[in-house]
């Protein structure tokens, strides 16, 4: 998926959202991490990487039991 497909699924792109950098569970984590304490709207997280998505959930998963 690309941000061009977002607008077919009438999904608007919004590139302040964007983070890049390594592939790996541990920036998953940290970006993940990043937008949850900056408060930005977003209803869902497309990750390049099944190992960046790993560290994005686990960071969902800290993130609602407060640990």
């Keep these: ?3 061009a497909t977002l607008p077919a699924l009438q ?3 919004d590139g302040a959202l964007v983070r ?3 592939f790996s569970r541990g920036f998953g984590h940290r970006r993940k991490t ?5 408060g930005p709207d977003f209803t869902a997280l497309l990750a390049a ?3 960046v998505a790993a ?3 686990q960071a ?3 993130g609602r039991s407060g640990r």
């Design 34 to 38: 990043g937008l949850l304490a900056e």
């Design 55 to 57: 560290g994005a959930a």
């Design 60 to 62: 969902a998963v800290r």
């Design 49 to 51: 990487s099944d190992i």
């Design 11 to 13: 999904v608007p792109f």
């Design 1 to 3: 998926m690309t941000p």
């Design 20 to 22: 890049t950098g390594a």
